[in-house]
C-alpha cells in the first residue's frame, strides 16, 4: 500500500527556516512526482509547487520562488521541503502528495502524507 | 493564475439526501478537474479525477461531471461519514489551484 509520511509538528521564529520531509513506501519511488500543498488556518488549499523524485527537476509556484526549495534522497525514498525567511503568514499546514500519474506532474495528488504544522511565532 | 470557485460555501442536507456543489474555473481547463474530501484534521482525499472517474474504493454514491469550466459533484445519498469539506481542483495550468471548499453537513 503507498504511503506517505511526514515529519512532525514545527514552531519557528519570523526570519528562519523550516525542513519538512515526506517518506514515501510502496511503491517505487523514482517513478512518480511529490507535490507540496500547504493551507493556512481556516484557508484554501494552496499548491505550491513539485519534485521530479527520478531527475531532481523542481517546478515551483510564483508566490513561492526563492523561498521554498525542494529536495530528495532516493535512497532513503524521502522528499524535502524547505521554506526560508519565515514570516506569520507562513503558518500553516503543509502537505506531501504523490502524483497518480507516472512520471508527470500534471495529474491528480493521490495518497497525501499526513500534514505538518508549522507555526512561525515570536 | 486560473481561479476557482465553488457554489455553495455550506450545505446542510439530511442523511439520504441527494447533495449537488458546483464548481467553475475561469477559464477552460478542459476535463482536468479533480475532486477532494477533507475530514477535519485529516488530509485531503482524492475522490473524483479528470472530472468524472472515481478513484479506485471511493463508493459509488459520490459522481463529478463537467468539462471546459462548468462542473458538478453530486453525493447521491448522503452518509453520517460524508461530514467533510469539499474541494475542486485544476491541474490544466501551473499554478494549480483548488476551489475554496464546500462544508457538508447533517441537518
Request: with cysteine.
Amino acid at each position: 500500500q503507498v504511503h506517505l509520511v511526514q515529519s512532525g509538528a514545527e514552531v519557528k521564529k519570523p526570519g528562519a527556516s523550516v525542513k519538512v520531509s515526506c517518506s514515501a513506501s510502496g511503491y517505487i519511488f523514482t517513478d512518480y512526482v511529490i507535490q507540496w500543498v500547504r493551507q493556512a488556518p481556516g484557508q484554501r488549499l494552496e499548491w505550491m509547487g513539485w519534485i521530479n523524485v527520478g531527475n531532481g527537476n523542481t517546478k515551483y509556484s510564483q508566490k513561492f520562488q526563492g523561498r521554498v526549495t525542494f529536495t530528495r534522497d532516493t535512497s532513503a525514498s524521502t522528499a524535502y521541503m524547505e521554506v526560508s525567511s519565515l514570516r506569520s503568514e507562513d503558518t500553516a499546514v503543509y502537505y506531501c502528495a504523490r502524483s497518480q500519474n507516472v512520471l508527470t506532474g500534471y495529474s491528480p495528488l493521490d495518497p497525501w502524507g499526513q500534514g505538518t504544522l508549522v507555526t512561525v511565532s515570536s | 493564475d486560473i481561479q476557482m470557485t465553488q457554489s455553495p460555501s455550506s450545505l446542510s442536507a439530511s442523511v439520504r439526501d441527494r447533495v449537488t456543489i458546483t464548481c467553475q474555473a475561469s477559464q477552460d481547463i478542459s476535463n482536468h478537474l479533480n475532486w477532494y474530501q477533507q475530514k477535519p484534521g485529516k488530509a485531503p482525499k482524492l475522490l473524483i479525477y479528470d472530472a468524472s472517474n472515481l478513484e479506485t474504493g471511493v463508493p459509488s454514491r459520490f459522481s463529478g461531471s463537467g468539462s471546459g469550466t462548468d462542473f458538478s459533484f453530486t453525493i447521491s445519498s448522503l452518509q453520517p461519514e460524508d461530514i467533510a469539506t469539499y474541494y475542486c481542483q485544476q491541474y490544466d495550468n501551473l499554478p494549480f489551484t483548488f476551489g475554496p471548499g464546500t462544508k457538508v453537513d447533517i441537518k
